[in-house]
T-cell receptor, first 113, second 117 residues
Framework: AQSVTQLGSHVSVSEGALVLLRCNYS??????LFWYVQYPNQGLQLLLK??????LVKGINGFEAEFKKSETSFHLTKPSAHMSDAAEYFC???????????FGPGTSLSVIP | GAGVSQSPRYKVTKRGQDVALRCDPI?????LYWYRQALGQGPEFLTY????????KSGLPNDRFSAERPEGSISTLTIQRTEQRDSAMYRC???????????????FGAGSRLTVL
């Protein structure tokens, strides 16, 4: 079975500061890992995905995430926060390509001018 | 269609009534998922289909909830004898397989917001 935990339900950063959103996963098989973003009153959209091709994954809007098997982590980072990054971020895991996708509880990111 | 379409977008019903929520996935997508999302929470898995076969319904809260996808395209999530605790956003997603990796990439619809009075 797969599961996801996200440490910190709410993170605040200053504009221009580093963004770090934490995700740890549990999976009985090599996982696929995802980050989705949800802007206010909108649906979820894919930010990036890990598929075992490379441990450092680059996504849209300058975000990237690094898969660390030894730490069972897939933390999301961005070097410099923009006001437009304020949103809810969800980490998700899937065991195989035809398996269900399980989401974490989410982290709400606020960016302070 | 171009995206995942859900209807109705908003549904207000009285406790005890049955409701049906519809999802029209992206054409050609094999898999279809239903999630429930409470305010400020992550999407909670309910059930999913590959083609017309229901693969996993372990997330359905109780036997008042059911889903079908009879022709492997449009799906309906039905909630019988609704209760106030069923109030939430119900999201549908369809999935394509990433061609290079096989990863299950979900495309979400806008959701159906259910309010049970």
């Amino acid at each position: 079975a797969q599961s996801v935990t996200q440490l910190g339900s709410h993170v605040s950063v200053s504009e221009g500061a580093l963004v770090l959103l934490r995700c740890n996963y549990s999976s009985s098989v090599p996982p696929y890992l995802f980050w989705y973003v949800q802007y206010p009153n909108q649906g979820l959209q894919l930010l990036l995905k890990y598929t075992s091709a490379a441990t450092l994954v680059k996504g849209i809007n300058g975000f990237e995430a690094e898969f660390k098997k030894s730490e069972t982590s897939f933390h999301l980072t961005k070097p410099s926060a923009h006001m437009s990054d304020a949103a809810e971020y969800f980490c998700a895991v899937s065991g195989t390509s035809y398996d269900k996708v399980i989401f974490g509880p989410g982290t709400s990111l606020s960016v302070i001018p | 269609g171009a995206g995942v379409s859900q209807s109705p977008r908003y549904k207000v019903t009285k406790r005890g009534q049955d409701v049906a929520l519809r999802c029209d996935p992206i054409s050609g997508h094999v898999s279809l998922y239903w999630y429930r999302q409470a305010l400020g929470q992550g999407p909670e898995f309910l059930t999913y289909f590959n083609y017309e076969a229901q693969q996993d319904k372990s997330g359905l809260p109780n036997d008042r909830f059911s889903a079908e996808r009879p022709e492997g395209s449009i799906s309906t999530l039905t909630i019988q004898r609704t209760e106030q605790r069923d109030s939430a956003m119900y999201r549908c997603a369809s999935s394509s397989r990433d061609r290079s990796s096989g990863a299950n990439v979900l495309t979400f619809g806008a959701g159906s917001r259910l309010t049970v009075l």
